[in-house]
């Protein structure tokens, strides 16, 4: 049975730093692509990050270009978000996701991947 937990989030002021993790069992993270998403009240489920299978292709959305990194540890079988110059509109509750289908190209669509985790609570504050 796949199961991704999430942990690391919190309460952090504005311009600080926290890393989330996401510990996988059930699957080994580096043989799948591998994203965090993020959902923010009243907002849309976005992809804030992914990295290929291999790790050689990394994505991140504008807004947190810069800021965010997206790193594996595969001796670990976990991966983690590196948060840093956190803004309040980084507020939201944030996912680790798998895509275990395979594809070619990188996912950075909710309906792209297939395993979830429950999700974190990232809150910044001003």
């Known amino acids: 049975q796949v199961q991704l937990v999430e942990s690391g989030g919190g309460l952090v002021q504005a311009g600080g730093s926290l890393r989330l993790s996401c510990a996988a069992s059930?699957?080994?993270?580096?043989?799948?692509?591998m994203g965090w998403f993020r959902q923010a009240p009243g907002k849309e489920r976005e992809c804030v990050a992914a990295?290929?299978?291999?790790?050689?292709?990394?994505y991140y959305t504008d807004s947190v270009k810069g800021r965010f990194t997206i790193s594996r540890d595969n001796a670990k079988n976990t991966q983690y978000l590196q948060m840093n110059s956190l803004k309040p509109e980084d507020t939201a509750v944030y996912y680790c996701?798998?895509?275990?289908?395979?594809?070619?190209?990188?996912?950075?669509?909710?309906?792209?991947?297939?395993?979830w985790g429950q999700g974190t609570q990232v809150t910044v504050s001003t």
């Open positions: 990295i290929s299978r291999g790790g050689a292709r990394t």
């Open positions: 059930g699957l080994t993270l580096s043989t799948y692509d």
């Open positions: 996701a798998a895509d275990t289908r395979g594809r070619l190209r990188l996912g950075i669509s909710v309906y792209e991947y297939d395993y």
